[in-house]
């Protein structure tokens, strides 16, 4: 019996919308066993200058709920390498914006020396959770 695949897809996933769903199950295509690790409010505010509207409790409930996902996790640490210190998976799954870009080069060298796959799934250009945050703050202003 052949050891099941192990994915890793790390995302903030704040205001869950069709996009991560999207994202989530192109990402179980991938693996066998879907690891879902959803950063902690620190970590996305260090990474994107913000933090979450919804709390990361909330967050780790609503992706662990997805039938895709076999496991969600909190990911508190700065590499995404740390997180296979932890895990052991066999792929981990980033959009595509983070091909051929600085960030998303170094994440394929650093896996590529443990052995692990990269593997990049289609961005969802039509929604986003800064899209929508923008659009929140919009109707909240008056505009």
């Keep these: 019996m052949t050891k099941p695949l192990v994915g890793y897809l790390p995302g903030v996933f704040d205001m869950f919308h069709i996009g991560h769903l999207n994202v989530l199950r192109n990402a179980r295509l991938s693996c066998d066993y879907l690891i879902a690790g959803v950063v902690s409010d620190e970590r996305s505010l260090t990474a994107k200058g913000k933090t979450p509207v919804v709390p990361l409790i909330e967050r780790l409930e609503i992706v662990q709920s997805i039938r895709y996902v076999d496991?969600?996790?909190?990911?508190?640490?700065?590499?995404?390498?740390?997180?296979?210190?932890?895990?052991?998976?066999?792929?981990?799954?980033?959009?595509?914006?983070?091909?051929?870009?600085?960030?998303?080069?170094?994440?394929?060298?650093?896996?590529?020396?443990?052995?692990?796959?990269?593997?990049?799934?289609?961005?969802?250009?039509?929604?986003?959770?800064?899209?929508?945050?923008?659009?929140?703050?919009?109707?909240?202003?008056?505009?």
């Design 71 to 143: 496991e969600a996790v909190v990911e508190d640490v700065p590499e995404k390498l740390q997180m296979w210190e932890r895990l052991k998976f066999d792929v981990i799954i980033k959009g595509d914006d983070w091909r051929g870009t600085d960030k998303g080069r170094k994440l394929e060298a650093d896996f590529a020396s443990v052995g692990v796959q990269v593997v990049y799934l289609p961005y969802t250009m039509v929604t986003s959770s800064t899209m929508l945050r923008q659009a929140l703050h919009s109707r909240l202003a008056g505009e």
